[in-house]
T-cell receptor, first 117, second 115 residues
């Protein structure tokens, strides 16, 4: 257990469904990230939230909608997805500043495996 | 553009032999460098990082990495591989952009350690 919890771990949805992925951390980190992991490709940064404010939207299609109600929780709302959106979606968190071994280190959740039919 | 390259999709090594997983990067400025490992059905786990100082960095599970500024490389090494080291390894760079740490990852290298 890394301290970053993602639910659900597996999700199968049709192209017309609406679903949400949830991420929760209680590490005291102020930055939270969504990454997309597809086979044999670099991890793709999707969104970054810093103290609940979105600071990065990496040209992600609008069918992905993030929400960060507080520094501990991050959601990814999904609607009208395409089969090519099937992937492992990883949430991560990090401290913004600080020193020591934990500084500048991303802590990842186990991921949500999404399959779009 | 910032990028991280892991030239090998897969590395095969016999248990007990030394292993090297290669990483080169192309970024502006002085980035922080990282290695992460991913076991099946798990998220990425931090192994080690280079910020400044000694070019040889030691991390978890006996892994180490050597920073080479002239070759812009940060290869991961271990003197004696274990079967349990078999996993997917990611190299990453980060730098502070605006008001957060921005991370770039390579495409990953699958390490197979055979008994």
């Amino acid at each position: 257990e890394t301290g970053v919890t993602q639910t659900p771990r597996h999700l199968v949805m049709g192209m017309t469904n609406k679903k949400s992925l949830k991420c929760e951390q209680h590490l005291g980190h102020n930055a939270m990230y969504w990454y997309k992991q597809s086979a044999k490709k670099p991890l793709e940064l999707m969104f970054v939230y810093n103290f609940k404010e979105q600071t990065e939207n990496n040209s992600v299609p609008s069918r992905f909608s993030p929400e960060c109600p507080n520094s501990s929780h991050l959601f990814l709302h999904l609607h009208t997805l395409q089969p090519e959106d099937s992937a492992l979606y990883l949430c991560a968190s990090s401290p913004i500043t600080g020193t020591g071994t934990g500084a500048n280190v991303l802590t990842f959740g186990a991921g949500s495996r999404l399959t779009v039919l | 553009a910032q990028s991280v390259a892991q030239p090998e999709d897969q590395v095969n090594v016999a248990e007990g032999n030394p292993l090297t997983v290669k990483c080169t990067y192309s970024v502006s400025g002085n980035p922080y460098l990282f290695w992460y490992v991913q076991y099946p059905n798990r998220g990425l786990q931090f192994l080690l990082k280079y910020i400044t100082g000694d070019n040889l960095v030691k991390g978890s599970y006996g892994f180490e990495a050597e920073f080479n500024k002239s070759q812009t490389s940060f290869h991961l090494k271990k003197p004696s591989a274990l079967v349990s080291d078999s996993a997917l390894y990611f190299c990453a760079v980060s730098f502070f952009s605006g008001n957060f740490n921005k991370f770039y990852f390579g495409s990953g290298t699958k390490l197979n350690v055979k008994p």
